[in-house]
């Protein structure tokens, strides 16, 4: 059965400390695997598509990665704007579905 | 460039009543996926339309039911609302069937009392 766990439930972070997020996955076939930021009461906003392990992409202070079996979303020197939850989705072969996590809500303080 | 409008924000049904929730795709966007996210979970597919016809759906019950309209624009439909519908519903939209680049709208929150 294809799934995403997202690890850990919520994190709390001192502005300016760097962390990561994990994502990991069990699909037949891999079309491609998101990552959004989701604040409260909105819809998710997109962030970034990995298609293949080794794949790697960047925005301002967030970067993503990606292996066979699970992806990171890395956070350098956050700051409290960045307090949200993200969301990780993957995309399996033969269906248009996305299949979600539960997230990570990320708290940051100043 | 608009992006995705749905519409109400906010709605409060009685159990057994249907609803009925729309949305407005992103200008150039042909493609309308609709997601339920319960309150502390992850979005859940429900079915997806291309071209006003029906290519996807999740696990959900035919009282959930949809259309979309030559505009691509689109309605959630739900029948016989059980308490357990109470949720954030989202619609996505994007260009090509493929539905890779959604674009999501604020979402309906739905609370079934």
């Known amino acids: 059965e294809d799934q995403v766990t997202q690890s850990p439930e919520a994190l709390r972070l001192q502005e300016g400390e760097s962390s990561s997020l994990n994502c990991s996955y069990t699909v037949s076939g891999l079309r491609g695997l998101f990552w959004y930021r989701q604040d409260p009461g909105k819809g998710p906003e997109f962030l970034f598509t990995l298609y293949s392990a080794g794949e790697e992409k960047e925005k301002e202070r967030l970067k993503a990665t990606l292996t066979k079996k699970e992806s990171f979303l890395h956070i350098t020197a956050p700051k409290p704007e960045d307090s949200a939850t993200y969301l990780c989705?993957?995309?399996?072969?033969?269906?248009?579905?996305?299949?979600f996590g539960t997230g990570t809500r990320l708290k940051v303080l100043a | 460039e608009t992006g995705v409008t749905q519409s109400p924000t906010h709605l409060i049904k009685t159990r057994g009543q249907q609803v009925t929730l729309r949305c407005s795709s992103q200008?150039?966007?042909?493609?309308v996926s609709w997601y339920q996210q319960a309150l502390g979970q992850g979005p859940q597919f429900i079915f997806q339309y291309y071209r006003e016809e029906e290519n996807g759906r999740g696990n959900f019950p035919p009282r959930f039911s949809g259309l979309q309209f030559p505009n691509y624009s689109s309605e959630l439909n739900v029948n016989a609302l059980e308490l357990d519908d109470s949720a954030l519903y989202l619609c996505a939209s994007s260009a090509g069937q493929g539905g890779f680049g959604y674009t999501f709208g604020s979402g309906t929150r739905l609370t079934v009392v």
């Open positions: 989705a993957v995309a399996p072969s033969g269906t248009y579905k996305y299949i």
């Open positions: 200008s150039g966007h042909n493609t």
